[in-house]
């Protein structure tokens, strides 16, 4: 692999002329910049959801390729070398331009495209929204497609950074870092109550005290849910949390089937069967939330993106 030195400080054409004659891949690039943000191999590979030791073969054409080290091992975990960090504004800038002007994407026609868009969302928002994207844009895109990419809260803004998810949909007080947001639509909690546990009447403090329960575990969603299921364990107590789950329509479906109850996204109501449970008002004051899209400021002009987020902004009332 013949060596080349970046330059930081020259034009896209320099840029270019350098990503090509080092002969180094858009992969090779990500590695680089993934291992200098987790400062880990596996964390490298974890965030760019490839196998580490594919991983570390990228990494070792590196070193051959400059001829350094440029991450050594440290208490801190990798650490970059000199030559690493003098390199990096150049790899940002051509990872940059490649996304931007070099990647086949700098017009978008929804008519001709067949790209595949990366949408993150709970199990819920998938179902809320895939359906009704899909019926929305099947005139207009025939050809574009969809991945409903799970949600994982500590690799998000990674996989947003990266371009791996396109558009996350959901309620995340805590991201940052370039990440940008448009509110779709309000949100607020109810109980989704078996009728043979409760066939009539409104559901009280005691009674909810003292019901079964079935709590989704906020911390596989990373977003506000994770409050709202502390509140509900300190009122309930662990003795009456039947069963844990990692996700609302499979709580949801438990719930119908047995006197459990569950609080979840009022959305979820109308996936249930009416005569089975009620929705009723929690007795406690939860705190609503605001569902929202996501995306890096890096694909904040990449007109693909730019037409996706339209789309889902368009819909905004996405179960209705």
Known sequence: MKKCRFLSDGGESELVGAVESIMLSFLHLTVFEAIMRT??????AEALDVPQPTLSRYLKQLREHFGNQLFVRTRNGLEPTSVAISAMVA???????YRTRLSGHTEFDPSLSDRNFNIAASDVGHLLVLPR????????????????????GEKLIARLETGEVDVAIGSF???????????????????????SY?????????????????????????HVHEDVEKMLRKMVGTANITVMAENF???????????????APSRLT????????????????????????????RFHEDPGNRWLRTILSRMRGLSH
């Open 91 to 97: 790899v940002s800038q051509a990872l940059e331009l």
């Open 133 to 152: 994207l899909v019926e929305w844009v099947r005139p207009i895109a025939p050809r574009v497609r969809f991945k409903a990419v799970p949600l994982g």
């Open 173 to 195: 007080p805590a991201l940052f870092a370039g990440v940008l947001e448009q509110a779709l639509f309000t949100e607020e909690y109810v109980c989704v109550v078996p009728r």
């Open 39 to 44: 400062k880990s191999v596996s964390g490298a």
């Open 249 to 263: 329509l499979l709580s949801a479906h438990i719930a119908e089937q047995s006197e459990l109850i569950l609080t």
């Open 198 to 222: 409760l066939p009539e009447g409104r559901l009280t403090v005691s009674r909810f005290k003292a019901a079964r329960h079935i709590l989704v575990d906020g911390r596989h969603l990373g």
């Open 270 to 297: 109308g996936l249930l069967k009416a005569e089975r449970v009620r929705i009723l008002q929690p007795p406690i004051t939860l705190p609503g939330f605001t569902v929202k899209q996501y995306w890096h400021e």
